[in-house]
């Protein structure tokens, strides 16, 4: 039986991933005493694979298809193809961004102030390529860890560091200079695994999948009985993908109205739709949408 090799990040989006699949239809299992976890689609084998990592095995062929940033796809300069951006994280879906960060009462205001600085990293040399063309010569070093401290206690001038909300660094103490990079989870292929027909369909039902899961998120139906001479006014309160669905009751004075709405909304607009007489309100959470 012919299988694709697929690379799962192991670490902080371990877990987001596999919940990722399972709403998409696949169930992994993971193990921490085991680095292959198991899937049930026998067309499919897992391993875990630290995302910095991914790139490299993707292109290689070790692996056929991957999950990991944008961030390390640039950092490592792997020769792979991006199949299709997918955007979660291990905490929200807010894009993590890469930012300059500097102490409180640093000089530093400015890239172009670490002229002749310290810089501490993970994402070694992306911001090497990033200050050079920037024309500011300075030392970039690889940080193993706990690279706020570093910055807070003075052991570098300036560090780069990946972020969504900024309260971790805030909490130590630093400011944020610039933004450098912003990174979403990206699906990438072997370039020589997409020119495999079968591979190349097996690798388009994932991203169709995981994308139709991803869309579905922060979405619901919301369906009522509305009165016929109030319609217009419902249909009015209601977004959704092209136009309600309208449907007649058996009483004919009535109507069915379904639609999709953004699940952030739903609180607001119950009320609405209730005093505008729309009765039997039912929200549905969604699985998946494919537009």
């Known amino acids: 039986m012919s299988q694709i090799k697929l690379g799962i990040p192991k670490g902080s989006l371990e877990q987001a991933t596999i919940q990722l699949f399972a709403q998409a239809g696949w169930e992994i299992r993971a193990s921490s005493r085991n680095y292959f976890p198991t899937i049930d689609d026998p067309e499919i084998r897992c391993a875990l694979v630290r995302a910095q990592e991914m790139g490299t095995y993707v292109a290689s062929g070790v692996l056929d298809l991957g999950l990991t940033g944008l961030d390390w796809i640039l950092e490592t300069g792997a020769d792979v193809e991006e199949v299709c951006e997918l955007v979660y994280s291990k905490s929200s879906d807010q894009p993590a961004r890469w930012v300059l960060v500097v102490p409180q009462d640093s000089p530093v205001q400015r890239v172009e102030d670490l002229e002749g600085k310290r810089v501490a990293t993970e994402l070694v040399q992306f911001t090497r390529r990033y200050l050079a063309e920037r024309g500011v010569n300075a030392s970039v070093e690889f940080s193993w860890g706990a690279t706020e401290g570093k910055a807070a206690e003075g052991l570098v001038d300036a560090i780069v560091e990946i972020t969504e909300t900024g309260s971790t660094i805030r909490a130590h103490g630093l400011r944020i200079v610039t933004e450098l990079l912003r990174t979403h989870t990206r699906l990438i292929a072997n370039r020589g695994a997409l020119a495999d027909p079968w591979k190349r369909a097996k690798i388009d039902q994932l991203a169709l999948l995981l994308q139709a899961a991803l869309n579905a998120r922060h979405k619901v139906v919301l369906s009522m009985n509305v009165p016929s001479g109030s319609l217009d006014t419902v249909v009015g309160m209601l977004p959704s993908l092209h136009a309600p669905t309208v449907n007649h009751l058996y009483d004919r004075a009535w ?29 549905y959470a969604l699985r998946k949408i494919v537009p």
């Not at 109507?255 to 039912?282: F, H, M, N």
């Open 255 to 283: 109507v069915a109205v379904e639609t999709v709405v953004d699940s952030r909304q739903v609180r607001d607009l119950i009320p609405r739709l209730r005093a505008a007489g729309a009765e039997g309100i039912l929200e």
